[in-house]
């Protein structure tokens, strides 16, 4: 389970509660995908400025369609949202994503070699997205409209 944002525009007033953090207007989209890379749920509405973990609670609360996930399994989740039940995210503090692991040393502890697994199972959702927006470029790269329009 992760978030990914999607360029939007935004007409007037409303744009400013679509700016994500990295000033573009976007919406942010909370998605669920197998290890088959195949989407299973997706959340999609709430403005650029919201963060993940607000999406979901929001998916949760809104959708009653939501997968909650089922008694001793889990949603591999990255630090942005909460380590709760149903929901394992990785030990704050330590080494995570994979290229640290290439090129360092071999994980150090329990709670590292625990985050270098969980980093590479991660990895799926991650390459889902990778996918989905290189086939469907509009998706992260709004084309330039401004030479298109003149204004009055």
């Known amino acids: 389970m992760d ?3 999607c360029t939007v525009m935004v007409a007037g007033g409303e744009a400013a509660r679509f700016y994500n ?3 573009q207007t976007s919406i942010n ?3 669920i995908c197998n290890y088959d890379m195949l989407f299973t749920y997706i959340f999609v509405g709430c403005p650029g400025s919201v963060h993940d973990a607000r999406v979901l609670s929001y998916a949760m609360e809104r959708d009653s369609t939501f997968p909650t996930p089922p008694p001793s399994k ?3 989740v990255d630090s942005g949202y909460a380590n709760t039940r149903g929901y394992l995210a990785p030990f704050r503090g330590h080494r995570y994503h994979l290229p640290h692991f290439q090129v360092g040393s071999p994980p150090r502890g329990e709670e590292e070699l625990f985050n ?3 980093s590479s199972l991660r990895s ?3 390459r889902t997205f990778g996918v989905w927006k290189k086939k469907w470029r509009i998706l992260s790269e ?3 409209m401004g030479s298109k ?3 009055i």
């Open 21 to 23: 953090r990295h000033s």
């Open 142 to 144: 709004f084309p330039d």
């Open 124 to 126: 799926v959702i991650e």
């Open 116 to 118: 270098r697994w969980h």
């Open 3 to 5: 978030g990914t944002h």
């Open 74 to 76: 889990y949603y591999l």
């Open 29 to 31: 989209v909370l998605a």
């Open 149 to 151: 329009f003149k204004t």
